[in-house]
């Protein structure tokens, strides 16, 4: 590899940390968030209604991108995940998350039309029922 793609390398985590970090990004996550309801999209299409945790992008940021507005902060290279589905999109396992949290807790199920079938409440997983 030659030494200038390299030094990029080394320094993607640093610069994607400065990006998450930034008033920007935290903005543009919030705003998406909103716009999609705080709804796990990939869930939603197989009639989940899940809590979205993560902000994904599509394409991926990486030396050659992290200063790509298009890929940065462009709605529409956005997804919001659970965080069981953003695990699967980058084949982590749900065990090596750093957050240990219930996976897909399953809210509320809906019809083909969006209408919302069941309103049950997940179960607690610690504590007194």
């Known amino acids: 590899m030659n030494p200038e793609k390299q030094s990029m390398k080394e320094q993607a985590p640093e610069i994607q940390k400065r990006f998450y970090d930034s008033t920007a990004w935290k903005r ?29 992008h599509k394409t991926y940021i990486d030396p050659q991108t992290i200063t790509d507005p298009k890929v940065l902060i462009n709605h529409d290279n956005l997804e919001a995940l659970c965080l069981q589905c ?44």
Request: net charge positive.
């Open 28 to 56: 543009c996550r919030k705003e998406y968030l909103t716009k999609v309801g705080y709804i796990c999209e990939r869930c939603a299409t197989r009639g989940l209604i899940v809590p979205a945790k993560i902000v994904h």
């Open 86 to 129: 953003h695990n699967e999109e980058h084949d982590t396992p749900t065990w090596m998350s750093e957050k240990r949290e219930p996976q897909r807790e399953v809210r509320f199920e809906m019809d083909d039309s969006g209408k919302i079938l069941d309103c049950t409440r997940p179960k607690k997983l610690f504590g007194p029922p």
